[in-house]
């Protein structure tokens, strides 16, 4: 359960411009909810993780005729150049070993004039404290903390020009991040409170209330060459 998930998934299908003549390609599928999702939108949808018992559920869970799982890590993809429309991934940039050997192989198999879109965590010390990015960073295994031109500037290095005026923030205002980071942190306790907090952070995010922050979460796109 994820405060702005459904937000964040529309995002990325906005951004990419996901239609039902596409094949997409899900970076890091985890249990296989949000590929499901995507092939709703799409031709057929793929989703891909290095997870073995991730890949037996999504697989054992999901059987849509347009819908295949695949394990693997996105530093070594086993697809053809030039074979998806679309590349997508929710959260998942910042979690990889190599993220520039993961983004040569997301433009290897994107075709000439396919959309990457993708969701990137963006923590930093104006939009979260030192004490809870330790934490985040720990408990799910964050690599690294992109900043937002960083990402730009590795998209132009493998041949996707970047979309930096469609670019989406989420958790923007001050109280919206800070119940991101308590409910996140007691999901267990508070998930009865869930659908409160789904109210409250949208309140927040539309009033700006506790003042502006940079977003700590951020939806962007790119166009491969």
Not at 77 to 102: G, M, N, Y
Not at 209 to 224: R, W
Request: glycine content about 6%; proline content about 4%; charged content about 30%.
């Amino acid at each position: 359960f994820c405060l702005n998930r459904k937000k964040e998934f529309n995002s990325i299908v906005t951004l990419g411009k996901i239609n039902k003549t596409d094949s997409v390609l899900d970076i890091g599928s985890g249990e296989g909810y949000w590929t499901k999702e995507f092939s709703k939108r799409s031709k057929q949808a793929t989703g891909i993780d290095p997870d073995e018992k991730a890949i037996s559920d999504s697989r054992r869970f999901f059987k849509e005729a347009n819908l295949d799982f695949v394990k693997c890590a996105v530093e070594d993809l086993p697809f053809d150049q030039s074979t998806f429309d679309k590349v997508v991934s929710v959260s998942v940039i910042e979690h990889v070993e190599s993220q520039e050997k993961a983004l040569q192989e997301i433009s290897r198999v994107l075709k000439p004039g396919g959309i990457l879109s993708i969701s990137v965590d963006v923590l930093n010390e104006d939009n979260s404290t030192d004490e809870f990015r330790k934490w985040h960073q720990d408990k799910y295994f964050v690599t690294h903390y992109f900043e937002e031109k960083e990402i730009y500037k590795m998209f132009d290095e493998v041949g996707i020009k970047p979309n930096p005026d469609e670019t989406i923030g989420i958790y923007k205002s001050r109280l919206a991040g800070k119940l991101r980071s308590i409910f996140i942190r007691n999901r267990k306790l508070l998930l009865p409170f869930f659908p409160l907090f789904v109210i409250l952070v949208s309140l927040s995010e539309k009033l700006i209330i506790g003042g502006k922050q940079s977003p700590q979460i951020i939806i962007l796109s790119g166009v491969k060459n």
